[in-house]
C-alpha cells in the first residue's frame, strides 16, 4: 500500500510540474491560453474565455498552494 501512495504522489507530482511549465512558460498568456482551449476541444471539452480564465486562476492557486505546503 506504502509504493501505491509514493506512485500517486509520484503522479500528481507530474502533473503539477507540466501544468505549471504550461502557465510559467516564456510565451505569451493568450498564445498558453488558446493552446490549452485547443487542447480541451480536441477532447470535446468548450470553454468560454471567461471559463478559461477561471480555470487558469484555479490551477494557479492550487499551484501555490502546493508550493507553500512544500516550503513548510
Given at each position: 500500500?506504502?509504493?501505491?501512495?509514493?506512485?500517486?504522489?509520484?503522479?500528481?507530482g507530474?502533473?503539477?510540474?507540466?501544468?505549471?511549465?504550461?502557465?510559467?512558460?516564456?510565451?505569451?498568456?493568450?498564445?498558453?491560453?488558446?493552446?490549452?482551449a485547443?487542447?480541451?476541444?480536441?477532447?470535446?471539452?468548450?470553454?468560454?474565455?471567461?471559463?478559461?480564465?477561471?480555470?487558469?486562476?484555479?490551477?494557479t492557486?492550487?499551484?501555490?498552494?502546493?508550493?507553500?505546503?512544500?516550503?513548510?
Open positions: 500500500m506504502k509504493a501505491l501512495n509514493y506512485l500517486a504522489a509520484f503522479i500528481g507530474a502533473a503539477i510540474g507540466c501544468v505549471a511549465g504550461l502557465l510559467w512558460a516564456p510565451e505569451k498568456g493568450t498564445d498558453t491560453r488558446e493552446r490549452i485547443e487542447a480541451l476541444r480536441k477532447r470535446g471539452i468548450r470553454l468560454n474565455r471567461k471559463d478559461m480564465d477561471a480555470l487558469v486562476d484555479d490551477i492557486e492550487e499551484l501555490s498552494n502546493v508550493q507553500e505546503s512544500v516550503a513548510e
